[in-house]
C-alpha cells in the first residue's frame, strides 16, 4: 500500500556481486585500520571533487571537528553557522568549546544568507561554516570575498551536496575545508559510518593527516591535540565501488527532483524547491514549503506516501542553544513548514508517479 521513502537495499542488490568478494578479501586481509583501499579511495575522492587532498574519516560529524581543529579552534572563539541545518553543524563547534553564531537563511535556497553575515563578524571570529543544505551550495562566491576580507575560514558543511556543481567546481572543493558524510542515507553513502575531508592546502592536509590519528606526525609523536577519525576499509570497497556509477546516480536523483519541480509549479498549496542557475543540486532531500504541514503529511499519509522533516527546529531553538534567546525569523518559519518527499536513485517510476499524483490531489 504505502511506498518507502528511502530503500537502500536496492542499491547494495547493484553492487553485492561486486563488492562481496572484495570484503572477503579485506577480512583475509588482516588489514582492517587504514591500508591500501583507504588510500585508493582518497585519490578517487580527490580526483572527483577537483580537490587536491582528500582524507577518508570515519563520519561527517568528526569530519566537521576535525576541519575545525585544523584550524586551532579554541574556547571563546566564534564560528558563523546558519542555524537551518542537521545539529552537527553547531555541536562540533561546542564541542570545541567555541561559540557557533547563528545566522538566518534565505527564504529561497534555505541556505545561508549571505547580506546577514559581515552583521555576524566579531574580533573573535575564526571560521564561517555554510552547509549546502539538501545538495544546493550556497554562494560562494559572496562567502568567500566576506572571509578574504576579515581573514576568515570557509570551511564548506558538504554532508548533503557531495558530487553538486558550483559554477563548474565540485562541492568539497569550493572553500579552504570541505567535510563530507557517507552516511547510508546520504547521496553517496557507505554500509555504515563514513565521511571525507578536503583541501588543496598542503600545510592544512598535513595537519588534519595528523588529527585523523590523535595529532600524530610519527609513531607516538603527539604535535596536536586529534581524535580518532579513521575509517575502515570495508567501508572503502564499498565506497569505491558506488562512486563509480556516482555521476550516473546524480542524475537519476536529478531527473525526479525536476519531474517532481516540473508536476509541481503550478500548485498552490505549495512551494517547490528553487535551484539557482549557476549551481546545480543533488537532492540530497527534496523539500517543499507548505502552510499547514501536518495536514499536508497525514493527507500524503493516507494515499500511502510517508514523509520525512529536515528541520523541525532551528539549531538556536533547540534547548541546549535556547538561552542564546535570539531569533531568526525565515529559520523559524520555514522550520515550521518544510517538508521532505521520497527520492532515491532506484526509486521506481511508479513510486514516483504516485507521489506526483498524491501531491497534486492534495496541494492543488
Ligand atoms: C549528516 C550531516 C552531518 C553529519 O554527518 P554524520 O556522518 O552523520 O556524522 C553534518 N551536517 C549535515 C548538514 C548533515 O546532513
Avoid at 100 to 113: A, G, L, Q, T, Y
Avoid at 214 to 225: D, F, L, M, P, V
Avoid at 331 to 360: F, Q
Amino acid at each position: 500500500m504505502s511506498i518507502p521513502y528511502l530503500d537502500l537495499t536496492q542499491q547494495y542488490k547493484r553492487i553485492q556481486k561486486v563488492i562481496e568478494p572484495k570484503i572477503l578479501s579485506v577480512l583475509a586481509s588482516g588489514q582492517y585500520i587504514l591500508g591500501p583501499e583507504v588510500t585508493e579511495l582518497e585519490k578517487e575522492l580527490a580526483q572527483f571533487t577537483g580537490s587536491k587532498y582528500a582524507l577518508a574519516v570515519s563520519n561527517g560529524t568528526i569530519a566537521l571537528q576535525m576541519a575545525l581543529q585544523a584550524i586551532d579552534l579554541k574556547p571563546g572563539d566564534e564560528v558563523i553557522v546558519p542555524s537551518f541545518s542537521f545539529f552537527a553543524t553547531a555541536e562540533v563547534v561546542t564541542t570545541l568549546g567555541a561559540t557557533p553564531v547563528f545566522v538566518d537563511i534565505e527564504e529561497k535556497s534555505f541556505n545561508i544568507d549571505v547580506s546577514k553575515i559581515e552583521a555576524a563578524i566579531t574580533p573573535k571570529t575564526k571560521a564561517i561554516m555554510p552547509v549546502s543544505l539538501y545538495g544546493q551550495i550556497s554562494d560562494m562566491d559572496e562567502i568567500m570575498a566576506i572571509a578574504q576580507k576579515h581573514q576568515l575560514t570557509v570551511i564548506e558543511d558538504a554532508a548533503q551536496s557531495f558530487g553538486a556543481l558550483y559554477k563548474n567546481k565540485r562541492s568539497c572543493n569550493v572553500s579552504h575545508i570541505g567535510c563530507t558524510s557517507f552516511f547510508p542515507a546520504k547521496p553517496l553513502g557507505a554500509l555504515g559510518d563514513g565521511g571525507g575531508v578536503f583541501t588543496s592546502d598542503p600545510e592544512l592536509f598535513k595537519k588534519l593527516e595528523a588529527i585523523r590519528v590523535h595529532g600524530q606526525t610519527k609513531r607516538y609523536y603527539h604535535e596536536y591535540i586529534g581524535v580518532n577519525g579513521r575509517l575502515d576499509p570495508i567501508q572503502c570497497v564499498v565506497l569505491r565501488e558506488k562512486i563509480k556509477f556516482y555521476d550516473e546516480d546524480l542524475n537519476k536523483r536529478r531527473e525526479i527532483g525536476f519531474a517532481y519541480n516540473d508536476a509541481f509549479s503550478g500548485l498552490k498549496g505549495l512551494v517547490a524547491p528553487t535551484i539557482k542557475s549557476d549551481r546545480n543540486t543533488v537532492f540530497a532531500q527534496y523539500t517543499v514549503v507548505v502552510e499547514n504541514r501536518d495536514q499536508f503529511a497525514k493527507d500524503l499519509e493516507k494515499e500511502g506516501i510517508p514523509t520525512s522533516i529536515h528541520y523541525p527546529l532551528g539549531m538556536h531553538e533547540q534547548p541546549v542553544y535556547k538561552h542564546m534567546n535570539i531569533s531568526l525569523p525565515v529559520t523559524e518559519k520555514l522550520s515550521k513548514r518544510v517538508i521532505s518527499l521520497p527520492l532515491y536513485p532506484d526509486m521506481p517510476k511508479d513510486h514516483v508517479k504516485k507521489v506526483i499524483d498524491a501531491v497534486k490531489k492534495i496541494a492543488q
